[in-house]
């Protein structure tokens, strides 16, 4: 059976290597972007089994991602798990609105990321 | 409602004067029966009988006055109508009796209420400061990024014993960055809170202002005193007194330029307001001390961001004073029946200075017509405030949307007038213009303030604002209220909210 692949869109380079590193270890293959307008291009492109998605990118925001996902029709049934902050209860409602499927609070444990990622994906 | 006080007081220092109304009548000459009228408030009081029970009583007149309680009444409305007070209509029915029996208490739960509203305001203010400052959003952000990433790392670190040495070196240099800019926004952080001006400006020291001025009827005699020794030295110097103020302004321009704060592209100071602001400035040095006593003296400005608005107020007042000496003033004001524009010629000052002018024409003696006085935006936020015994100007909610001072805002330049019934029966001549404040530019929205005059309508005849309203025709006279909450005409279609105490 094919890895199920897994595209991680975070500006955070450190973050996005952790992540890279233990969805990788976890068994899945990994593509990341840095912001909105690369994680539209590699959408377009490829086919994931989940999107990893930070709400605040430099431009195109993470809200603009997931609004032209869930309105393209190969896309809209994608699980998007989104990155929040604690405290930022407005943003995960506008989220949840959207189409967000789960959500992740910084800062997250390894294992939460990898069990979310799994039982989204059916892995 | 009852709108006199002055029997419960007469009955209150007759008895601390131990005087039986049998005494105190025979000692000014009227029946026992007419002073128990009098007494429970059922005759009006004024005028040479006033003045014979105060001699009578061992006190002054101003102390049977009940001009300065009324202030406290309405103050009092407003507390009873406030959603998060919520009095009942029993304490509406209740606050004349009861501040005229304790005007010391009524005070005190008045300064309570002013303290509440700043305390509640205070709290606010920082909420919305935390909840919405940009530098603290971002702060947070980055704190709990960095956080991510170290503990991202160091799991990985912990929990892989088979890390290459190459992926054990980047995961700890991870660790060591993050924490690194970890360290660095904390402490950004923690300036922030040390540095933050995180004070909160009083929301009722303009309050604590607006009584400091109404206690002295809005009229500063030593203040005066500096505008008419202007006029006469001018005057033995043979030139105008304009010229000579201009003269004035020049020189200490010299000596000290004050820059105003110019906006680009936009229009420069005019001339009138230059003036002001520059005599303004003189008086700190002119006038300083006696405005300095004038707060200091004062027990309404206790708190220091009171004794600031008040001073500058006064410096303001000084200026005007300069401009406008008073009696000058006062008699171009009757010559012209109060038309402001005629003023605003005449003196060479703005609308606004010449109508807030009127409002101070109080002068023991020589009194102009009476006038409250209120400025307010388009928002209808009031700035500037001055009310009569019978007209209080609402302090902590908007006023009557019937007024005019925001019809003015439909055709600004132009005078909006009308004569306003109150609930009480009282009625005024209201008039107001919307006119154009501070520097103005294509490019930016214009600044229109709203300035309105209203007085007694028994003077209204003295007033050129008056002219062409036929006042023997009642529909000529819109029945208005201070403010919603306090309102009691049910149906009118203006209301914006209920009415919380009828």
Partial sequence: MSKARVLIVEDEPNIVESLSFILGRAGFDIETAVDGAEALQRLRRQVYSALILDLMLPGINGFDVLRSVRSDGELKDMPVIVLTAKGQAADRQAAEAIGATAFITKPFSNAEIVQRVSELTGG | ?502
Avoid at chain 2, 55 to 68: K, M, N, P, Q
Wanted: hydrophobic content about 40%; charged content about 25%.
């Fill in chain 2, 1 to 502: 409602m009852d709108r006199n006080l002055t029997g419960r007081k007469i009955r209150t220092h007759r008895r601390a004067a131990s005087l039986t109304q049998g005494q105190l009548a025979s000692r000014v000459g009227i029946s026992p029966s007419y002073l128990n009228l009098i007494e429970a408030n059922k005759r009006p009081i004024a005028g040479g009988l006033l003045d014979r029970i105060a001699v009578a009583l061992g006190i002054s007149r101003t102390e049977l006055d009940d001009t300065s309680e009324w202030r406290i009444v309405d103050a009092l409305n407003e507390l009873i109508a406030d959603p998060e007070i919520a009095g009942s209509s029993e304490h509406s029915r209740t606050v004349a009796d009861f501040v005229g029996r304790n005007p010391e208490w009524a005070d005190l739960v008045l300064k309570l209420y002013r303290a509440f509203i700043d305390r509640n305001q205070a709290v606010l203010a920082l909420a919305d400061r935390l909840s919405r400052d940009p530098f603290l959003g971002e702060s947070v952000h980055r704190i709990l990024t960095n956080v991510t990433a170290i503990r991202s790392a160091s799991e990985i670190l912990e929990k892989n014993d088979d890390l290459s040495d190459a992926q054990r070196r980047r995961f700890l240099s991870i660790v060591a960055a993050d924490s690194e800019r970890l360290s660095t926004a904390a402490r950004s952080l923690a300036e922030f809170f040390d540095n933050a001006d995180m004070r909160v400006r009083s929301g009722t020291a303009m309050e604590h202002v607006d009584t400091f001025i109404f206690e002295s009827n809005n009229h500063f005699a030593e203040l005066e005193q500096l505008g008419e020794g202007f006029l006469r030295r001018n005057a033995r110097s043979g030139a105008s007194h304009h010229a000579l103020i201009e003269m004035m302004v020049a020189d200490h321009e010299k000596a000290a330029p004050s820059p105003a704060a110019g906006v680009p592209g936009a229009t420069p100071e005019t001339a009138r307001s230059r003036r002001f602001r520059i005599l303004k400035a003189m008086s700190a040095t002119l006038a300083g001390d006696k405005v300095s006593r004038l707060v200091h003296a004062s027990p309404s400005l206790a708190s220091e961001a009171a004794r600031t608005l008040a001073t500058s107020a006064l410096h303001a007042y000084a200026a005007a004073a300069v401009l406008m000496p008073y009696e000058p003033f006062l008699a171009a004001a009757e010559r012209w029946r109060y038309d402001l524009d005629a003023l605003s010629s005449q003196f060479d000052v703005s609308y606004e200075q010449a109508a807030h002018r009127l409002a101070t024409l109080r002068r023991p003696g020589a009194e102009g017509v009476h006038f409250a006085f209120m400025r307010s935006d388009p928002s209808g936020y009031v700035t500037k405030r001055l009310s009569l015994p019978r007209l209080p100007l609402p302090r902590y909610s908007n006023a009557c949307p019937l007024w005019v001072i925001y019809s003015a805002f439909q055709n600004a330049g132009a005078t909006a007038r009308a004569f306003g019934a109150l609930p009480s029966g009282d009625r005024f001549l209201f008039f107001a213009r919307a006119v154009e404040k501070g520097p103005q530019a294509v490019t930016f929205p214009r600044h229109l303030l709203s300035i309105m005059l209203a007085c007694p309508a028994p003077e209204a005849g003295r007033v050129v604002y008056a002219d062409g309203i036929d006042q023997s025709n009642p529909q000529t006279t819109v029945p208005v209220g201070t403010t919603c909450r306090l309102c009691p005409r049910e149906n009118c279609g203006h209301r914006q909210e209920a009415a919380l105490v009828i």
